[in-house]
């Protein structure tokens, strides 16, 4: 079945950068679209944006552009978000989505178990 | 950036009760609405994808409907594991924004 597994939780201090993985398994990673989302605990949820596996084409929310980027290795079925210049701001549980096809529609319908940041000096 | 606002914020109902959670867009999103269910500590989980498709595996005592601007969630008859918050996704333009939530909770 499809899994989706984030890497762990990371302490990172004020101005750092550090790069999130989400390790896929049980489908065709080459030809997929995955999504990455931030959620500041209690609070709802922000699309930060996408990327194809194919091409490695993406696209952002303006909110996030310069602060997040998202590459691919078809290699290892992974996908990566990197986030650079991080504030307090910053700490949130991030996930990754897979954009998959169901019947006629593409929705998120796998998402890994979320990685959280939290960044303090 | 489209707007999604959910009502109430806050549910408490009986096990068995007709639930019913609204979102409203700032605009017409053409039936792009997707509806998650956020367990504490857990992942957000797809439970109907473009207002009205239940997604696989899902009780069929969850419903959606809705077009334009106006989208609801109904839970034919609650049950103790359904207590989570609720969110509504609009995919129907970048980028894409979810509803505030509701949470859930028995009464």
């Known amino acids: 079945q499809v899994k989706l597994q984030q890497s762990g939780a990371e302490l990172v201090k004020p101005g750092a950068s550090v790069k999130l993985s989400c390790k896929t398994s049980g489908y065709t990673f080459s030809t997929s679209y995955m999504s990455w989302f931030k959620q500041i605990p209690g609070q709802s949820i922000e699309w930060i944006g996408m990327?194809?596996?194919?091409?490695?084409?993406?696209g952002y929310n303006q909110k996030f552009k310069g602060k997040a980027t998202l590459t691919v290795d078809t290699s290892s079925s992974t996908a990566y978000m990197d986030l650079s210049s991080l504030t307090t701001e910053d700490s949130a549980v991030y996930f990754c989505?897979?954009?998959?096809?169901?019947?006629?529609?593409?929705?998120?319908?796998?998402w890994g178990q979320g990685a959280s940041v939290t960044v303090s000096s | 950036d489209i707007q999604m606002t959910q009502s109430p914020s806050f549910l408490s109902a009986s096990v068995g009760e007709r639930v019913t959670l609204s979102c409203k867009a700032s605009q017409n999103i053409n039936k792009y609405l997707d509806w998650y269910q956020q367990k504490l500590g857990e992942a957000p989980k797809l439970l109907i994808y473009n207002t009205n498709n239940l997604h696989t595996g899902i009780p069929s005592r969850f419903s959606g409907s809705g077009s334009g601007t106006d989208y609801t969630l109904t839970i034919s008859s609650l049950q103790p594991e359904d207590v989570a918050t609720y969110f509504c996704l609009q995919r129907n333009s970048w980028p894409w924004t979810f509803g505030g939530g509701t949470k859930l909770e028995l009464k």
């Open positions: 989505a897979r954009f998959g096809q169901v019947q006629l529609f593409y929705v998120m319908d796998a």
């Open positions: 990327i194809y596996a194919g091409d490695g084409g993406t």
